[in-house]
């Protein structure tokens, strides 16, 4: 008999078990077309909702990975969701953790150097986009099949909304030992500051194969942290032992910079060309869009319309659960409806119903409709985009937006001419109570015929 595969959304293939931890499970998937591997976190959506501000953090979390699209960050490829799980499919790192590697005893020193380059690097661009991590650690530094480092776990880091009127964050988090001595104190603190003292401590075990700040007492440790009370190992080259010594400073004004980081010949070692920080030229970044279609001039004649994300489904259609600001731009003045027609189907009904309306149509690449109407209104003609999305093989959104004219008249027209032209094709228009968004959940989940048996 052959075994259950367990497919999401029709896309990905869920397969082992990586890792769990108190709110989340990571599994090895593989993109169902392409055959490429990904990691896929699981997120129980009752969990965190009673927890207090871990919804918050999560979309904290969307956020800030949309930003940081860099070689040595882990890339966030997109969100999807059900009535009761989130998913976040991301880049699947082969080599595992550093911290497995450091664990094994410390690194040669030329080892230690490149994934500092590397995590410098990436933390630069982090700063560069306004994120702070607040959770550096071996741990969180994931090493690709080419031996590259990935800092990942962006759960704890601050994006600048979250600066007080002082311009300092103020929430003390991350893991002791590697935790700047200001973020203990329990005052505001630089959070790209506190970034530096991590990268310290990092680049410390890297050399040391222990950490600088050990104590079973914790108290006792907190205070050779507030001293920068350490060693360094005589194996520690002299200009390692310099750059470690400007690194972990307790006085973050006087701490060492990235750009002075970048500067020290050490760091130069064996770069085949600088590292420029971020601030030196100017970054190009592309951001992850919810769509898990093409681009839509990759076909000027596409047979079926682009993906619609789940969780902008939801977002969309079930209030008390909207994360749509982190997937779309700010919406022109528009109305939804789902359809358990065919996307062919639903194109022509609208096409018919706006030439009945003697409206003058044209229609556009990826299964939109643009449609004007014959006369002049108060701010010129009206004009009304039709655009349809897939959310699964019979379940599909219709999305209805206004091109130009006035906000009145399209209000208008559309309640009294165009919801009921299409009344037979409508499964529920957005906002309606007869269909919740739970409800058009789990008939998508019955549709896609998705199996999600870990948990």
């Excluded at 741990?139 to 600048?160: I, T, W, Y």
């Excluded at 992850?288 to 079926?304: I, L, N, R």
């Excluded at 919406?331 to 009904?349: N, P, Q």
Aim: charged share 30%.
């Amino acid at each position: 008999m052959e075994e259950e595969r367990n497919i999401l959304f029709e896309k990905y293939e869920m397969g082992r078990l990586l890792g769990k931890g108190t709110f989340a499970k990571v599994y090895y998937g593989k993109e169902m077309v392409s055959g490429e591997s990904v990691a896929i976190k699981v997120i129980n959506k009752d969990q965190v909702v009673k927890k207090e501000g871990m919804m918050e953090q999560i979309k904290r979390e969307i956020s800030v990975m949309r930003l940081v699209r860099h070689p040595n960050v882990v890339e966030l490829k997109e969100v999807m969701a059900t009535k009761t799980k989130i998913f976040f499919i991301m880049e699947y790192v082969r080599g595992g953790e550093l911290f497995a590697k450091v664990a094994r005893g410390k690194l040669k020193e030329d080892s230690a150097r490149k994934y500092f380059q590397q995590l410098i690097s990436a933390v630069d661009f982090c700063h560069s986009r306004g994120v702070s991590h607040r959770d550096l650690k071996p741990e969180n530094l994931l090493l690709d099949e080419n031996e590259n480092l990935k800092v990942s776990d962006f759960g704890l880091s601050a994006l600048p909304e979250q600066l007080r009127n002082d311009g300092l964050l103020h929430t003390q988090c991350g893991t002791p030992a590697y935790v700047a001595p200001e973020v203990l104190k329990r005052k505001g603190y630089d959070g790209s500051k506190a970034d530096i003292w991590s990268c310290g401590v990092i680049l410390y075990v890297l050399l040391a194969g222990f950490l600088p700040f050990q104590d079973e007492n914790l108290m006792n440790m907190y205070k050779k942290i507030f001293k920068a009370q350490f060693e360094l190992p005589p194996w520690f080259s002299s200009e390692s032992k310099r750059l470690v010594s400007k690194l972990l400073v307790t006085d973050p004004d006087r701490r060492i910079t990235i750009p002075a980081i970048m500067r020290t010949p050490w760091f130069h070692k064996g770069l085949a060309r600088p590292i420029r920080t971020a601030a030196m030229v100017k970054e190009t970044t592309t951001q992850v869009e919810p769509s898990a279609g093409g681009d839509e001039h990759d076909d000027p004649s596409p047979k079926t319309p682009k993906f619609f994300n789940a969780f902008e489904f939801i977002s969309s259609m079930s209030s008390g659960f909207d994360l749509s600001s982190l997937f779309e731009k700010k919406r022109k003045v528009g109305s939804i409806f789902t359809s358990r027609c065919r996307a062919a189907a639903i194109l022509a009904k609208i096409e018919a119903v706006a030439k009945g309306l003697s409206m003058r149509v044209a229609k556009a690449k990826d299964f939109k409709l643009k449609m004007e109407a014959p006369t002049e209104g108060r701010k010129g003609r009206l004009a009304i985009t039709a655009e349809i999305f897939e959310v699964a093989p019979e379940v599909a959104i219709v999305e209805f937006s206004k091109s130009s004219g006035d906000t009145l008249e399209y209000s208008k027209f559309f309640e009294e001419d165009v919801r009921p032209a299409l009344k037979d094709i409508v499964w529920t228009w957005q906002g309606d109570s007869m269909c919740n968004g739970k409800d058009m959940m789990m008939a998508v989940e019955n549709v896609n015929g998705m199996v999600c048996s870990h948990d």
